[in-house]
């Protein structure tokens, strides 16, 4: 579980006012109601988002990069990939900061403040599936759609037709944490960050959901990983020379009752070691993703 940074503190306890609740995950975004929504359950210790740590500023554009951001907090607060010119894939516990005509959704920038196209929110889509499974942070399902109020003329990204096997390359983005300190306003980027993973076995993660998540860590055995700030955001791995969408950043992998002590940061494990991560598979999802999105969606197939 990542903790959220002191400075969105203040937007995280705004909601909690309301009557909404922190979910307990990777970045435990405030889930809010959309109409028709069920209530939400309440926070566990350490909730926050995740971001990347051990990466580096982006050498290469990706129009498919999204930024959700709160208009009355600037600021980037979880990720997500463009996979249709309207149409947003993410993580589900992100939902508390998608809320129409108060999330900006910048798509394909570099630059988490200026720089992409601008949109707002017309809908939001969770999966069915959605649940915490317990209050240590475990999940399942965590994924959801996003549909922008227009569409935006940016490329976007294929949704893999599979993940690919353990042991391949990977790659992940996101504007979260670049250092463990979520106090030291350094540590968060302005750049846009990518860092070269791969896929581990599902052994080395706690609690995945085996075939509905990604079990992932650095491609050269270091301390990097996500962390606080990159909720959403895409793992991609290249395909026939072009990047195609697998997972959307979910939460910490490594043992949740350890971590509660103080035994790891985001990028250790709780003996000092390399961490991993969980991804949502979301080509696992691509049926449900498909049934909503449409045409569009197999027409960029």
């Given at each position: ?39 939400v359950t309440a926070a566990a210790p350490g909730a926050g988002r995740p971001a990347i740590i051990g990466g580096r500023d982006v050498k290469e554009p990706y129009s498919f990069m999204v930024s ?234």
């Amino acid at each position: 579980m990542f903790k959220a940074t002191r400075r969105r503190s203040a937007v995280l306890a705004a909601f909690m006012v309301a009557g909404l609740a922190l979910a307990p995950a990777a970045t435990a975004a405030v889930t809010a109601a959309a109409p028709g929504a069920g209530a939400v359950t309440a926070a566990a210790p350490g909730a926050g988002r995740p971001a990347i740590i051990g990466g580096r500023d982006v050498k290469e554009p990706y129009s498919f990069m999204v930024s959700f951001q709160l208009r009355r907090e600037p600021g980037h607060h979880c990720g997500g990939s463009l996979i249709a010119s309207d149409w947003v894939v993410t993580a589900a516990h992100c939902k508390g900061l998608m809320r129409p005509g108060r999330t900006q959704v910048r798509v394909g920038s570099l630059e988490k403040g200026k720089g992409g196209e601008v949109a707002s929110i017309k809908r939001v889509v969770t999966h069915p599936g959605w649940r915490q499974r317990g209050g240590h942070g475990e999940q399942q399902s965590d994924i959801m759609l996003v549909q922008l109020d227009r569409k935006v003329s940016l490329q976007p990204i294929r949704v893999a037709a599979d993940p690919g096997k353990v042991g391949q390359p990977t790659r992940v983005i996101g504007w979260g944490l670049v250092c463990e300190d979520g106090e030291d306003p350094a540590c968060e980027p302005r750049q846009l960050q990518e860092l070269d993973t791969v896929r581990v076995t599902d052994g080395k993660c706690s609690d995945l959901a085996r075939g509905a998540e990604l079990c992932t860590g650095d491609s050269r055995g270091r301390a990097a990983s996500a962390c606080n700030g990159d909720s959403g955001g895409p793992q991609i791995r290249m395909v026939a020379g072009r990047w195609e969408l697998i997972g959307a950043t979910s939460r910490d992998g490594d043992d949740y009752e350890d971590r509660r002590d103080g035994g790891a940061g985001c990028s250790t494990n709780p003996d000092g070691g390399p961490g991993v991560g969980i991804w949502t598979d979301v080509t696992h999802y691509r049926s449900w993703i498909d049934g909503i999105v449409g045409a569009e969606l197999r027409n960029a197939s």
